[in-house]
């Protein structure tokens, strides 16, 4: 069983910068590539970015690029989203998530473990 808890969320103004992190117990977690996920209220669920099993090779959604990086410490079993130039567009619930895959994928369905969210909210 692999449980994943997220931090970090929190209010802040249009410009500022959060660091997200999201802490995975269960040893494949190195094994296994890791993603981030938001939802807006009335909106469906979007991806924004993922790293391979090794934090390489990231992905990323193009409303984020440039502004968001994604990384992870193996180490410490835990993934980290650092979110610069916030807009308020980026208000949502961010969910981190384990894939069933060893490389960054964009999909939700190749994700099989989710955390239960933090609030990001970005006031204009």
């Known amino acids: 069983q692999v449980q994943l808890v997220e931090s970090g969320g929190g209010l802040v103004q249009a410009g500022g910068s959060l660091r997200l992190s999201c802490a995975a117990s269960?040893?494949?977690?190195?094994?296994?590539?890791m993603g981030w996920f938001r939802q807006a209220p009335g909106k469906e669920r979007e991806f924004v970015a993922a790293?391979?099993?090794?934090?390489?090779?990231?992905v990323y959604v193009d409303s984020v690029k440039g502004r968001f990086i994604m990384s992870r410490d193996n180490d410490k079993n835990t993934a980290y989203l650092e979110m610069s130039i916030l807009k308020p567009e980026d208000t949502a619930v961010y969910y981190c998530a384990r894939a069933r895959v060893s490389s960054a994928a964009s999909s939700a369905e190749w994700y099989d473990y989710w955390g239960q969210g933090t609030q990001v909210t970005v006031s204009s």
């Open positions: 790293v391979d099993w090794k934090g390489d090779n990231p």
């Open positions: 269960g040893r494949i977690f190195s094994l296994a590539a």
